[in-house]
């Protein structure tokens, strides 16, 4: 079992900067790969950013590509989530999930935080 807290949401203008954390309970956290998904309202939960356990793979979604970063540190049991040149439709509530590959489908992932919020005004 995993316990996943996300936290680091909060409210910022287009073009600004925010960076998300997920902390991870658990001893065996480098185990596993790290995901990055959201939920916009009145949508279904999609795909952002999938990180490999090592650190050292990346794969981001088009709309994110260039301008989100996610990275781990694995001594503090931890995955961020960078976000730069943010823009009102990245406004959703951000969920940080466990793996066992890289993928990028929901149903691939195991388990789940829940979620914190990130709104983007114009």
């Known amino acids: 079992q995993v316990q996943l807290v996300e936290s680091g949401g909060g409210l910022v203008q287009a073009g600004g900067s925010l960076r998300l954390s997920c902390a991870a309970s658990?001893?065996?956290?480098?185990?596993?790969?790290m995901g990055w998904f959201r939920q916009i309202p009145g949508k279904e939960r999609e795909f952002v950013a999938t990180?490999?356990?090592?650190?050292?793979?990346?794969v981001y979604a088009d709309s994110v590509k260039g301008r989100f970063t996610i990275s781990r540190d694995n001594a503090k049991n931890t995955v961020y989530l960078q976000m730069n040149s943010l823009k009102p439709e990245d406004t959703a509530v951000y969920y940080c999930?466990?793996?066992?590959?890289?993928?990028?489908?929901?149903?691939?992932?195991?388990?789940w935080g829940q979620g914190t919020q990130v709104t983007v005004s114009s």
């Open positions: 999930a466990t793996g066992r590959w890289i993928a990028t489908r929901l149903e691939e992932y195991d388990y």
């Open positions: 658990g001893r065996t956290f480098s185990s596993y790969v």
């Open positions: 990180i490999n356990r090592s650190g050292g793979a990346t």
